[in-house]
């Protein structure tokens, strides 16, 4: 059964870092990526980052492009989005979730292409 498990989302200040995972099973092949969407309320949800599972390839959003490095560990089937100089427009919840690995890394896609969806994460930036 297809999978994805976020976690390390919470509270904190302005300027301050927090560090997602998101573990994905279930998967047979290695060609996907893993985006990472956020939504805040009557908002759609929206792209922010993407990794190729198979070859690191990676597409940032200009917003979080320089603050948020996406990463992946294969041996552990996780994906990491690291925030850091986190501000309060970046509070939402973040989901992570999985589609084709080329509309991943040229960064082609929106809330309607993933196959899979983890169950969101809330990251609140507040002083």
């Known amino acids: 059964q297809l999978q994805l498990v976020e976690s390390g989302g919470g509270l904190v200040q302005p300027g301050g870092s927090l560090k997602l995972s998101c573990v994905v099973s279930g998967f047979t092949s290695d060609r996907y990526g893993i985006a990472w969407f956020r939504q805040i309320p009557g908002k759609e949800r929206a792209g922010v980052s993407c990794i190729s599972r198979r070859t690191g390839g990676t597409h940032y959003v200009d917003s979080v492009k320089g603050r948020f490095p996406v990463s992946r560990d294969n041996s552990k089937n996780t994906a990491y989005l690291q925030m850091n100089d986190l501000r309060p427009e970046d509070t939402a919840v973040y989901y992570c979730?999985?589609?084709?690995?080329?509309?991943?890394?040229?960064?082609?896609?929106?809330?309607?292409?993933?196959?899979?969806w983890g169950q969101g994460t809330q990251v609140t930036v507040s002083s």
């Open positions: 979730a999985t589609l084709g690995a080329a509309q991943c890394v040229i960064g082609n896609f929106d809330s309607r292409d993933p196959d899979h």
